[in-house]
């Protein structure tokens, strides 16, 4: 909606770039990325992965506010709903994962419905609580979940049939590469709806949009559900690509990742969570090999100099950068 | 004349502190009213009550016949009880026609709509500019209201209740904060609004009751003290010795 | 008997750690309502200092507590007013982004100078041991942690209660656009709150070496258990925080003892029940959650 009131009215090339633009320079760069370094496939195919679960952190975090250290929760729900769901009624992988969507959406539903009450550092340690409770959930139930040691060899059968998976990850980068531009495309139109208008409205006053009648309960509800089934995706892709689902995936540690990568790539976009996640993955894969002390100063620094100087991000920059250009070009 | 609002025996109290007592009051078509009264006086907590943002101890609220006092805020507003706030609250970070975009989505029942489209979206969009265009405020329509003045920013305010399509209109001092050179604007459109449409105003402004109000009513301590005219309500020399404090000042 | 015994006075002298490590932790939520992830570094700073001043200088341990407290309460200061204080009225996400990041920070340097390895304290001779109270005997350690606890919060209490600073202090976390406008420096108090609240986590990071031990990872290990803590007990209370250690430390200790599989749930499952039950947590008040 904001599109349509900024700029002028456009020409028809204009607005071709405007409907598939991004989308299309994200297949760009995934397929130069594989090009240039076609033995770190595995590594980008973790990428991928990791955007689309900062995608739903973009959303969630940056579009309606929801303060949130759990997401993970989601995304362990995703991995093990499609790792049971590959083990025990069909490896097929797209199948898997719509079940991993559902399982992420139906646990946010259940997260949701206990923290989007409170706020602030109520509603950090309730998520915190929550996902950590799964986790321990998870790590008895080793009768289904395999306890601490996950579950391995988790079969996956080539997609539709004819396309199957293989050693050197290429499929798997496809794969998860095709699904970060397909959830990129849904979750641009859903931010640039009147319901993401709404949820940004939320973000900014609660109050407020209860004064022009927004139940907002029930919006921050649907919007908290739908970042969840992102993430579920997000972890089934992460288990039939790997074949293993462990308990990391529902740990701490990679919800405050998530958030970190979103902060660096600029919390307020989309776009964010596809410039943060690469970034802090080859920083930290270049400095970890030199010294991992170093590792956790860079990302330190970033952070504080994220926070205090570069509001947006990465994105911002780019962003100011784009408009610069586009200012001077017209 | 048709009642639209209507409050019999309006009661709050925290603990022991009344802020509201027995308010009985009804607000007819057209009703231009004014509330007055000296600070802690419990006006806003009157607005409060009658929106929804606070769940009176005792009696009732009715819209149209219909009794309120289950609703919650939001319900209240989608039925039609529209109030502004005292100091501005509109959402900074977003243009001033996606804040008039908001309340429209929330009439139009398009707040569940996930995917955008292009037909309804400029429809609500064209709307929202038809609210701004009286406020001369069309040329801003793009830019954030951070950058706003905070004269423009009461004028946005009042853009969103209207486009609420209010059955009753409670504006929390709508001039406050607001620099004298900016105020007469806002004086204008107050007198421009709907003829149809109740209106409650809350004010210390004399000047703007005066030249806006038909009714004024003046509460003190939470309990109305008096109702009527501007004229009978500046003659009332109980009146002046609350705002004007006791002889010899 | 004695297995109650012993949950008690391990559960009570946790207790007395987490009150005294997170109560700076409340004190800034409650007074700057910043959320400082890093908190738990001036516990760590405080370890770590005391361990080099008896190892490196040879001080005795009690004149290395002292110092270590005194040092990483200076410390605090700078790190207050250069950084964490640009994110006052930033909205919670800046905050703790930034607060996570000097507490990376923090990890990054004592790693760098210190190596990766864990550190202990040793106690000295008339903390070590059994003492025999009567009726039983308890480890001497826990006995001290538990007096020391027991002295800092009626210090406390005492300070803030009875004397100008706590006064302001109070006032300032009440209202602070009135405080200010009856004069009171609020920066200087901000500062001033910082300080006591490191200098006392350095003390409970000290005194609970043994239970917390000291490592560089320290500050976001544990940084889930202290924001628990405040949470739990509800921001700028004292008392609050107080009980809320109390009630995580004994829960958390019975259930290691009793119910060793389920402690990491139990602990979890408590902080999700008071926070469900209670958003504002055991004395919060009402309106912040």
């Not at chain 3, 709150?193 to 409970?204: D, E, P, R």
């Amino acid at each position: 909606m904001v599109d349509i009131v900024t700029s002028p009215a456009r020409t028809e090339p204009a607005r071709w770039r405007a409907v598939v633009g991004p989308e299309l320079a994200v297949v760009a760069v995934g397929l130069l990325a594989a090009i240039i370094f076609p033995d770190d496939l595995g590594f980008i195919t973790r990428i991928n992965i990791l955007a689309i679960f900062t995608l739903s952190l973009a959303l969630v975090v940056g579009q309606a506010g929801i303060g949130t250290l759990g997401q993970a929760a989601l995304f362990g729900a995703g991995s093990y709903a499609a790792a049971l769901w590959a083990l025990h009624v069909t490896p097929e992988p797209l199948s898997g994962l719509l079940i991993g969507a559902l399982a992420g959406a139906v646990v946010a539903t259940g997260s949701g419905l206990l923290i989007l009450r409170t706020r602030g550092l109520t509603l950090i340690m309730l998520s915190i609580a929550f996902a950590q409770v799964l986790l321990e959930i998870a790590n008895k139930a080793a009768f289904v979940t395999g306890g601490d040691d996950g579950m391995a060899d988790i079969p996956v059968n080539p997609i539709f049939g004819v396309v199957a998976f293989d050693f050197h990850s290429r499929v798997g980068f496809g794969y998860t590469l095709a699904a970060l531009v397909a959830v990129y495309f849904c979750l641009r139109r859903l931010v640039a709806s009147p319901f993401g208008l709404t949820c940004r409205g939320i973000k900014g006053d609660r109050l407020r949009m209860r004064a022009v009648g927004a139940p907002v309960f029930r919006h921050l509800l649907c919007v908290y559900a739908l970042g969840g089934a992102v993430a579920g995706i997000a972890g089934a892709l992460s288990a039939q690509t790997t074949q293993v689902v462990g308990l990391s995936n529902l740990d701490f540690e990679l919800s405050a990742e998530g958030l970190v990568m979103l902060a660096i790539g600029g919390v307020g976009h989309l776009g964010g969570a596809l410039l943060g996640v690469p970034a802090f993955m080859i920083v930290r894969h270049v400095t970890a090999t030199i010294n991992p002390n170093h590792w956790l100063l860079v990302i330190g620094l970033l952070l504080v100099v994220t926070v205090l100087y570069l509001p947006g991000g990465l994105y911002g920059v780019f962003d100011k950068w784009r408009r610069r250009t586009e200012r001077s070009g017209s | 004349m048709t009642e639209r609002l209507r409050l019999k025996g309006l009661t709050k109290s925290f603990g022991g502190l009344v802020v509201a007592s027995h308010i009985d009051l009804s607000l007819n078509e057209g009703d231009r009213a004014a509330l007055i009264g000296p600070n802690g006086a419990g006006k806003t907590t009157l607005v409060n009550l009658i929106s929804g943002a606070l769940a009176p101890s005792g009696g009732d609220i009715h819209l149209d016949g219909a009794r309120m006092n289950p609703f919650d805020q939001a319900s209240r507003t989608r039925l039609g009880i529209v109030r502004t706030f005292q100091v501005s609250r509109l959402c900074r970070d977003l243009t001033v026609i996606e804040n008039v975009c908001l309340p429209l989505i929330q009439r139009h029942r398009a707040a569940f709509r996930l995917w955008p489209s292009s037909r309804r979206d400029r429809a609500i969009q064209n709307e929202a500019a038809t609210f701004l265009e009286p406020l001369g405020l069309a040329d801003k329509a793009g830019r954030r209201v951070a950058e706003l003045a905070y004269g423009e920013q009461r004028l946005v305010e009042i853009a969103v209740a209207l486009a609420l399509k209010p059955r009753v209109l409670l504006l929390d001092e709508p001039a406050a904060g607001v620099p004298a050179s900016e105020s007469g604007v806002i004086l204008d459109l107050l007198s421009r609004l709907p003829g149809d449409l109740p209106i409650l105003l809350i004010e210390h402004d004399m000047e703007l009751v005066f030249r806006f109000a038909r009714r004024v009513i003046v509460l003190v301590a939470g309990a109305i003290l008096f109702e009527g005219t501007p004229t009978e309500v500046a003659d009332n020399p109980q009146i002046r010795e609350i705002y004007f404090g006791r002889a010899g000042h | 008997m004695t297995l109650v015994g012993s949950i008690l006075i391990d559960g009570t002298a946790y207790a007395m750690i987490l009150f005294m490590i997170t109560v700076g932790l409340s004190i800034t939520l409650g007074l700057m309502h910043v959320v400082n992830m890093a908190h738990g570094a001036f516990a760590m700073l405080g370890g770590f200092a005391a361990v080099e001043l008896m190892s490196r200088l040879g001080l005795r341990f009690e004149l290395a507590l002292v110092i270590a407290v005194v040092a990483t309460a200076l410390v605090s200061v700078p790190i207050e007013r250069f950084v964490i204080s640009r994110v006052y009225g930033r909205p919670e996400l800046d905050q703790a982004l930034l607060t996570i990041g000097v507490a990376f920070v923090a990890i990054a340097l004592v790693n760098l100078w210190l190596g990766a390895s864990f550190s202990s304290i040793d106690l000295p001779a008339w903390l070590s041991g059994p003492v025999d109270l009567g009726f039983r005997s308890f480890p001497r350690h826990r006995v001290a942690v538990i007096v020391l606890g027991c002295l800092v919060s009626a210090a406390l209490w005492l300070f803030i209660g009875r004397s100008r600073f706590g006064v302001k202090l109070r006032a300032a976390v009440d209202n602070p656009g009135i405080a200010q406008s009856v004069g009171i420096n609020t920066s200087l108090l901000y500062s001033l709150a910082f300080a006591i609240g490191a200098g006392l986590a350095a003390l409970g990071g000290i005194a609970g070496a043994e239970l917390l031990p000291m490592e560089a990872n320290y500050p976001v290990k544990y940084l889930v258990l202290f924001l628990a803590v405040v949470a739990v007990g509800g921001q700028g209370t004292l008392f609050g925080t107080f009980l809320a250690a109390l009630l995580l430390g004994l829960v958390d200790t019975a259930s290691k003892y009793l119910l060793p599989d389920l402690a990491s749930i139990s602990f979890y499952l408590t902080m999700l029940l008071v926070l469900a039950l209670r958003p504002q947590g055991l004395l919060g008040r009402k309106d912040v959650a």
